[in-house]
């Protein structure tokens, strides 16, 4: 079974930026999509960003574009989500996920594994 588990985050003040990782096991890293979600209190599960198994096509949220940037690395079985102009709205849990198929890469319900999240919180 694939397990998942995010790493990185923390407070930081609006205007930071911070950089989460999310290590996987038992599986084959490089066969997966991997994606970014984020939930905060009261609020359903939103995309943030996804990536295809070899890192060739990546999918952001038209709220973090431009600001956001996933990136893996397979042989440490790993993916990434490097944050700049974090806002406080973006506060939140962010959990990573993975899926066997590259589409349908900004649907939470296709994701087949999720870690257990890590909070971010960007204080004003």
């Known amino acids: 079974q694939v397990q998942l588990v995010e790493s990185g985050g923390g407070l930081v003040q609006a205007g930071g930026s911070l950089r989460l990782s999310c290590a996987g096991s038992?599986?084959?890293?490089?066969?997966?999509?991997m994606g970014w979600f984020r939930q905060a209190p009261g609020k359903e599960r939103e995309f943030v960003a996804a990536?295809?198994?070899?890192?060739?096509?990546?999918y952001y949220a038209d709220a973090v574009k431009g600001r956001f940037t996933i990136s893996r690395d397979n042989a440490k079985n790993t993916v990434y989500l490097q944050m700049n102009s974090l806002k406080p709205e973006e506060t939140a849990v962010y959990y990573c996920?993975?899926?066997?198929?590259?589409?349908?890469?900004?649907?939470?319900?296709?994701?087949?594994?999720w870690g257990q999240g890590t909070q971010v919180t960007v204080s004003s």
């Open positions: 996920a993975a899926k066997g198929v590259s589409t349908g890469p900004r649907s939470a319900d296709a994701y087949d594994y």
């Open positions: 038992g599986g084959t890293f490089g066969r997966y999509t």
């Open positions: 990536i295809t198994p070899s890192g060739g096509w990546t």
